[in-house]
């Protein structure tokens, strides 16, 4: 099983400041294989980015992804108040499909 | 614009079976593949399983293999999750979400969650 690892666990930061989410895999992951996704309080968790780095449809251009191989990067550029949440990695390239433990982004 | 409703918040005794479903809107179940993800309190996402759009299989997590039966009614474009000897750690929201699989995989649609809790 693939382990994904997310760091930090929580983030402090204020609006207007950049966050910079890091996964890493136990194993190499495909980047096509490797997605972000952003969840509220209450809500079900909204995807923000598939392949590792590609922003899927009405996601803002401040969320941003990189990386590959087992090193995987989220970044948000400039935190509006709607981004303060719990963000998840996810990978597909082999079963079963596991998910990070997420890492929460609060105001400080 | 696909839309998954799911069914309502359910209660259980340990030992029993709970079935939640999952309706599509904007398409047919058929042209998509559905799958389920767990979110117990406080705790993060898990993958069940779902359909195999490359084997045309539904494809489960080992964790569940033998206790969870995934199934599709494209009469109503529903699909069906099926748990069974039910544990106070099922308790938890289960999401069903569909997958896109071409040269990338995600998650794009999402139900809004059931919570199913297990008590005695």
């Known amino acids: 099983e693939i382990v994904l690892t997310q760091s930090p666990g929580t983030l402090s930061l204020s609006p207007g400041e950049r966050a910079t989410l890091s996964c890493r895999a136990s194993?190499?992951?495909?980047?096509?294989?490797l997605a972000w996704y952003q969840q509220k309080p209450g809500q079900a968790p909204r995807l923000l980015i598939y392949?590792?780095?590609s922003r899927a449809t009405g996601i803002p251009d401040r969320f941003s992804g990189s990386g590959s191989g087992t090193d995987f990067t989220l970044t948000i550029s400039r935190l509006e108040p709607e981004d303060f949440a719990v963000y998840y990695c996810?990978?597909?390239?082999?079963?079963?499909?596991?998910f990070g433990q997420g890492t929460k982004v609060e105001i400080k | 614009q696909v839309q998954l409703v799911q069914s309502g918040a359910e209660v259980k005794k340990p030992g029993a079976s709970v079935k939640v479903s999952c309706k599509v809107s904007?398409?047919?179940?058929?042209?998509?593949?559905m799958h389920w993800v767990r979110q117990a309190p406080g705790k993060g996402l898990e993958w069940m399983g779902g359909?195999?759009?490359?084997?045309?299989?539904?494809i489960y997590a080992q964790k569940f293999q033998g206790r969870v039966t995934m199934t599709e009614d494209s009469s109503t474009d529903t699909a069906y999750m099926e748990l069974s000897s039910l544990r106070s750690e099922d308790t938890a929201v289960y999401y069903c979400?569909?997958?896109?699989?071409?040269?990338?995989?995600?998650?794009?649609?999402w139900g809004q969650g059931t919570l199913v809790t297990v008590s005695s």
């Open positions: 392949g590792a780095s």
């Open positions: 996810q990978q597909f390239g082999s079963s079963p499909w596991t």
């Open positions: 979400a569909t997958l896109r699989s071409a040269i990338f995989y995600y998650f794009d649609y």
């Open positions: 194993q190499s992951v495909s980047s096509s294989y």
């Open positions: 904007g398409n047919t179940l058929t042209e998509l593949s």
């Open positions: 359909y195999d759009p490359e084997d045309g299989e539904i």
